[in-house]
């Protein structure tokens, strides 16, 4: 029988929100909705493409079978359109959130997971109970384990 055993913990890691931390996480934000952008207009012109090279194909007459592809074609377009406004939709609400921050509070970043030894005797609930990093600017200020 064994007397202990390494687990996983989650740890968070928070940063204390600064105008540099607002600069950098907004940069980020806008490059994602520069990317949905450029996602966007590459969704329509392969879509138009798509459906221009099915015409094309189908010469003067379009059958039903070629018109059941186009209608596909254009439904999975606009549900992949609508996914992508919605992406930049929340981005645009997180960047809003963002700059109403203010300087000086606390937000949780992102987390990492941390090996733990629990042993026979010990309150697992304790021992696996997250700590956090926080950091300021990328530079740790403190570690709570």
Do not use: Y
Not at 3 to 27: G, P
Not at 97 to 118: D, I, K
Request: aromatic letters at 2%; proline letters at 1%; glycine letters at 6%.
């Amino acid at each position: 029988m064994a007397e202990s055993i390494s687990l996983i913990r989650q740890i968070a890691v928070r940063a204390i929100v600064t105008e540099n931390f607002k600069a950098q996480v907004a940069n980020e934000i806008l490059r994602n909705i520069q990317q949905i952008d450029a996602e966007l207009q590459q969704l329509e012109f392969k879509g138009k493409r798509a459906v221009a090279d099915i015409e094309k194909k189908a010469g003067g007459m379009v059958s039903n079978d070629a018109r059941m592809q186009i209608e596909t074609i254009r439904s999975q377009v606009e549900a992949e359109k609508m996914r992508l406004l919605q992406l930049k939709e929340e981005m645009q609400g997180q960047n809003q959130a963002l700059s109403e921050l203010p300087v000086g509070s606390v937000v949780t970043q992102f987390t990492v997971e941390n090996p733990v030894e629990v042993r026979i005797g010990e309150n697992i609930f304790q021992r696996l109970e997250g700590g956090e990093i926080l950091v300021k600017d990328g530079v740790i200020q403190e570690i709570r384990v």
